[in-house]
T-cell receptor, first 115, second 116 residues
Framework: DAGVIQSPRHEVTEMGQEVTLRCKPISGHDYLFWYRQTMMRGLELLIYFNNNVPIDDSGMPEDRFSAKMPNASFSTLKIQPSEPRDSAVYFC?????????????FGPGTRLTVL | AQKITQTQPGMFVQEKEAVTLDCTYDTSDQSYGLFWYKQPSSGEMIFLIYQGSYDEQNATEGRYSLNFQKARKSANLVISASQLGDSAMYFCAMRPFTGGGNKLTFGTGTQLKVEL
C-alpha cells in the first residue's frame, strides 16, 4: 500500500511568494495532520482534520497560513506571503482510529526554504 | 496539557548491544497512548511502536520493546541487538484519549549513534 504522499519534496522560494504544499493521505484514513519541524521548536502540530473537517487549527502560526481538505484524498497547506522564518520541514500525517488506538503515519516531508 | 521529556540529547551504543532511550511524560489523563518514532538522516518519520495506557503487557515489535512504567510515567524504548541502520533521531510522543482531541505531543528527541 502507498504511504502518505507529499509534494513537492523540496521547495525554494523568495520572500513574499505564495507556497502550496500538497498531501495525499493513506486511503481509508479519516484523520489528517500537518506538522512543522524546525531545530528551534521541534515538531509542532499546525492543524488537523477529521473526515475532511478542520478540528483544531490552534497551531497555525498566523493568518498567512491556511489549510484545506476538499476531499478524503487531498489536502493543501498554503503560506501567503511566505517569510524566511517559515523555512522548515513540513510533514503531513494520516491516521485511522480503531478501538481507541491509532497511529499517525507520516509522509516524507517537504523541505521549504524561503530566501 | 501534556508534556514529553527526553533527557538524553545524544546516545552512543556499540553494534549488537542493547540500548535504552528514556522518555517520561506528564498528563492528567487516565487514558492515553504512547508512541515512538524514528527519524533517520533522510528525514522521514517512521512509526516504531505503540503502547496504550491500559495495556497490561509491554509492547514489543521485533527488536523494539517499550518498557512502560505507568506509576513512574515513563515509556522507555529498548532496542536490542543494535545495528548501524538504527543510527537516527528517536522521538517519544503521547496522545490523550480523553480531552486533547487527537493531538500528538512530541519530545525533543534523542540522537542515537551506533558504532562498530
Amino acid at each position: 500500500d502507498a504511504g502518505v504522499i507529499q509534494s513537492p519534496r523540496h521547495e525554494v522560494t523568495e520572500m513574499g511568494q505564495e507556497v502550496t504544499l500538497r498531501c495525499k493521505p493513506i486511503s481509508g484514513h479519516d484523520y489528517l495532520f500537518w506538522y512543522r519541524q524546525t531545530m528551534m521548536r521541534g515538531l509542532e502540530l499546525l492543524i488537523y482534520f477529521n473526515n475532511n473537517v478542520p478540528i483544531d487549527d490552534s497551531g497555525m502560526p498566523e493568518d498567512r497560513f491556511s489549510a484545506k481538505m476538499p476531499n478524503a484524498s487531498f489536502s493543501t497547506l498554503k503560506i501567503q506571503p511566505s517569510e524566511p522564518r517559515d523555512s522548515a520541514v513540513y510533514f503531513c500525517a494520516s491516521s485511522f482510529i480503531s478501538r481507541g488506538a491509532d497511529t499517525q503515519y507520516f509522509g516524507p516531508g517537504t523541505r521549504l526554504t524561503v530566501l | 496539557a501534556q508534556k514529553i521529556t527526553q533527557t538524553q540529547p545524544g546516545m552512543f551504543v556499540q553494534e549488537k548491544e542493547a540500548v535504552t532511550l528514556d522518555c517520561t511524560y506528564d498528563t492528567s489523563d487516565q487514558s492515553y497512548g504512547l508512541f515512538w518514532y524514528k527519524q533517520p538522516s533522510s528525514g522521514e518519520m517512521i512509526f516504531l511502536i505503540y503502547q496504550g495506557s491500559y495495556d497490561e503487557q509491554n509492547a514489543t515489535e521485533g527488536r523494539y520493546s517499550l518498557n512502560f512504567q505507568k506509576a513512574r510515567k515513563s515509556a522507555n524504548l529498548v532496542i536490542s541487538a543494535s545495528q548501524l541502520g538504527d543510527s537516527a533521531m528517536y522521538f517519544c510522543a503521547m496522545r490523550p484519549f480523553t480531552g486533547g482531541g487527537n493531538k500528538l505531543t512530541f519530545g525533543t528527541g534523542t540522537q542515537l549513534k551506533v558504532e562498530l
